[in-house]
């Protein structure tokens, strides 16, 4: 089974910047598409960017478009999210994760708060 924690969170006011890292252990993770994925507070969980095993494709939420870079080293396990120009809407528990999603592989996230 796949674990993945999610680090990098914090509070940052609008038009700033943060870098979220997932860590995971498993060695599926280098054959899979991963996805960063959000939660707001009241809110569905939505896909907010995803990445091909050979880190060549990515797709991105078009809320996030022009802001948000998805990165993946499989040597290390890891995906990153590079998040510039944020947002007040952007604040969210951040999750990583397979796409599609594994229900059991959700991790505890990391909290990104963004002040106006």
């Known amino acids: 089974q796949v674990q993945l924690v999610e680090s990098g969170g914090g509070l940052v006011q609008a038009g700033g910047s943060l870098r979220l890292s997932c860590a995971a252990s498993?060695?599926?993770?280098?054959?899979?598409?991963m996805g960063w994925y959000r939660q707001a507070p009241g809110k569905q969980r939505e896909l907010v960017a995803r990445i091909t095993t050979d880190g060549i494709s990515k797709n991105y939420a078009d809320s996030v478009k022009g802001r948000f870079t998805i990165s993946r080293d499989n040597a290390k396990n890891t995906v990153n999210l590079q998040m510039n120009s944020l947002k007040p809407e952007d604040t969210a528990v951040y999750y990583c994760?397979?796409?599609?999603?594994?229900?059991?592989?959700w991790g505890q996230g990391t909290q990104v708060t963004v002040s106006s």
């Open positions: 994760n397979s796409w599609p999603a594994r229900a059991s592989s």
């Open positions: 498993g060695s599926i993770f280098s054959g899979v598409t």
